[in-house]
């Protein structure tokens, strides 16, 4: 059974704080790994990797593939109240499907 | 405005009568999907669509209806809703699936169901 785990579940950190959140999977047909930023509404596209862009940065968050570990890390550095969300780890199989995880839920206070 | 819209926002019934999801995206993705979000469950599947009148079954399509007679609607029935329906239900659209990876999807706004 396809399965996506993330941890923490939920984190607390100040603003300025640096966290690092985590994504390990088990499904068969991996194409891909994806990271969704989600606040009160939809889930945003944040990232994508695959076996040919197993690393990638966009301002203060940066993500990471292991597919050595089968897992994934996402960064985010100099935390700002703006950052509170859940963020979503998703893994993309062959079907074109979706496994999402459950979600870290992030909440940074000033 | 092009992107992907869902009607209604926000939708309360009882138990036993037929509901349906509105979805429509203005991109011409060739994919579209129905997933479900619960506390504890994460998003999960309930089906997709690889183009116009071909869907297939996701990870909990028991209650539920789809049918996608033109490329840009994906409309998703609950042909007898159940309380354990009552969910937040987002509909996502996605160009496909190609070799090194998976296309990313992008989300409407979402549906929030109350089955009472």
């Known amino acids: 059974e396809d399965k996506v785990v993330q941890s923490p579940l939920s984190l607390v950190v100040h603003e300025g704080d640096t966290v690092t959140l985590n994504c390990s999977y088990e499904v068969t047909n991996f194409r891909s790994l994806l990271w969704y930023k989600q606040e009160k509404k939809a889930p945003t596209f944040l990232f994508m990797l695959?076996?040919?862009?197993i690393e990638k940065k966009s301002g203060r968050l940066s993500s990471i593939l292991d597919k050595k570990e089968l897992s994934s890390i996402l960064n985010i550095t100099a935390t700002q109240t703006g950052d509170s969300a859940i963020y979503l780890c998703?893994?993309?199989?062959?079907?074109?499907?979706?496994?999402f995880g459950t979600g870290t839920r992030l909440t940074v206070i000033p | 405005d092009a992107g992907i819209t869902q009607s209604p926002r926000y939708k309360i019934t009882e138990t036993g009568r037929q509901v349906t999801l509105m979805c429509h995206q203005t991109?011409?993705?060739?994919?579209m999907f129905w997933y479900r979000q619960d506390l504890g469950h994460g998003l999960r599947l309930i089906y997709y669509?690889?183009?116009?009148?071909?869907?297939d079954k996701g990870e909990v399509p028991d209650g539920y209806v789809v049918s996608r007679s033109k490329t840009e609607n994906f409309p998703l029935t609950l042909e007898s809703a159940t309380r354990s329906q009552t969910s937040v239900y987002f509909c996502?659209?996605?160009?496909?699936?190609?070799?090194?990876?998976?296309?990313?999807?992008?989300f409407g706004p979402g549906t929030r169901l109350t089955v009472t």
């Open positions: 991109w011409s993705h060739s994919y």
């Open positions: 695959t076996s040919s862009g």
């Open positions: 996502a659209s996605s160009g496909g699936v190609w070799e090194s990876g998976t296309y990313e999807q992008y």
């Open positions: 669509s690889a183009a116009a009148d071909i869907t």
């Open positions: 998703a893994v993309g199989t062959g079907a074109n499907n979706l496994f």
